[in-house]
């Protein structure tokens, strides 16, 4: 497979005139950062076969400067993102929907890195029906600042409801754009997706003429720090996905934080997935907290997280860290909460210590994008099909197979009541 020292300065120049979004031409007119749509990713992954792209969530700076660093060492298109509870209008991290885009260019620019990368705006969460009229007007804004791609999440409402969402919001999400749609929390066992209420959001869509490009189940995982290894239902995952494949949907893995390389393997090789979020173990690894195989940070005999030695923040930075949150009265749950306070003091360190938080996260990133999912060299298929496209969106994979006339919002709701599923427990499962 040809490599991006493969792709000539000449093709690269023409990717970067013709690939990059409006928006992204717009605000970044002389960059050499081929900042593109999730469109071009999940179409780079499907191209190799059995590859997932990672969605690094920038939770901080060193998060992001790491993970771009390993794409570029592992000749891997990638996907940099943070989700509306982390960056959005009440975030709890200083990256944020609105500025997310500006870091990722100035560091592709610093780092000379040419690998092509989305912006991703995770979870933008519509929990009731009242959310929908601000996210009108705040969506937009999203997309002016820089994110090229976005997963509408209404999963925490009635699927008729979530649905119905998806349909009221689409006119303000670019037809270029990647798009993500989500049936089910993530929230481990409780409420696991089912065939039906993927197929109901999926066909529901289609009828309008929406084509998600993935979709995310609660197929056994959580976010943050996974409890038990229990993990990933691969085999439910794949049936669902074998049941969309009509509608040509690639899967968006949640939760992957927490789950064997192992079964990371196995939903690359054996389902439709595409995307893989990694959020809690970067934050962790960028720390220099010790983490095990399945990307959990470590707790020691008393429940408290294990700093390495000379590895990511000093320890002096560490002791003040769990002060403040000890202050706070977090779990450990909760410690995601000290990326805001405390993201211009880690900036502030000296340069050796920021780089060695960064190093430790290219590492991490580099293994997963390599060993575990298969996603080495798909930068060149990425540029590939920008070239061919002619330019920044590459179209729909799906088409019209169904009729608007046999999904009004009367017969929606009259659909919805014929499903099974579970909402499972209720809770604060946004990221």
């Keep these: ?46 191209a190799k076969g059995h590859a997932v792209a990672m969605a690094a969530n920038g939770r901080n700076f060193f998060v992001i400067k790491g993970a771009l660093m390993a794409a570029q060492r592992a000749n891997a298109a990638i996907i940099i993102e943070i989700a509306r509870s982390e960056g959005g209008a009440g975030a709890y991290c200083a990256v944020n929907y609105w500025n997310m885009a500006r870091y990722v260019d100035d560091l592709c620019n610093e780092l000379g890195i040419t690998v092509p990368v989305a912006i991703h705006a995770d979870h933008y969460g519509i929990k009731t029906p009242a959310d929908i009229a601000p996210a009108k007007i705040e969506i937009p804004s999203i997309f002016d600042a820089g994110i090229t791609s976005i997963a509408i999440d209404a999963s925490h409402m009635p699927d008729d409801q979530n649905l119905l969402a998806n349909l009221e919001l689409n006119p303000f999400v670019p037809p270029w754009a990647g798009l993500e749609t989500e049936v089910g929390e993530i929230k481990g066992k409780s409420g696991l997706s089912t065939r039906e209420e993927a197929l109901f959001l999926i066909e529901g869509l289609n009828a309008h003429g929406i084509f998600p490009d993935w979709i995310a189940l609660n197929n056994g995982t959580t976010h943050g720090l996974e409890a038990s290894d229990s993990g990933i239902q691969v085999e439910l995952t794949a049936d669902i996905h074998q049941a969309l494949a009509p509608y040509r949907v690639s899967g968006a893995q949640h939760g992957t934080s927490g789950n064997s390389s192992e079964r990371l393997r196995a939903i690359a090789a054996r389902t439709r997935t595409t995307k893989a979020n990694v959020a809690t173990a970067l934050q962790m690894i960028s720390w220099g907290l010790k983490v095990n195989d399945y990307g959990n940070a470590q707790l020691d005999a008393e429940g408290r997280f294990i700093k390495v030695p000379d590895s990511g923040v000093t320890e002096e930075m560490w002791a003040k860290m769990v002060a403040y949150a000890q202050e706070k009265g977090w779990k450990a749950g909760d410690y995601k909460k000290l990326n805001l306070p405390f993201e211009n003091r880690l900036l502030g360190q000296p340069r050796e210590i920021r780089d060695r938080m960064a190093r430790r996260v290219e590492d991490f990133v580099h293994n997963m994008l390599v060993n575990v999912l298969n996603a080495r060299d798909t930068a060149p298929l990425a540029v590939e099909l920008v070239l061919r496209t002619g330019g920044p969106d590459p179209g729909p994979k799906a088409e019209r197979l169904l009729s608007a006339d046999d999904w009004t919002p009367e017969k929606i709701a009259r659909r919805a009541q014929g499903l099974k599923g579970s909402k499972g427990a209720k809770g604060n499962f946004d990221d």
Aim: hydrophobic share 50%; net charge positive.
């Design 1 to 46: 497979m040809a490599k991006m020292s493969d792709v000539s300065a000449k093709d690269y120049a023409k990717a970067l005139e013709i690939g990059r979004p409006p928006n992204i031409a717009r605000l970044f007119p002389h960059s050499r950062a081929l900042i593109v749509s999730g469109k071009v990713i999940d179409r780079a992954m499907l």
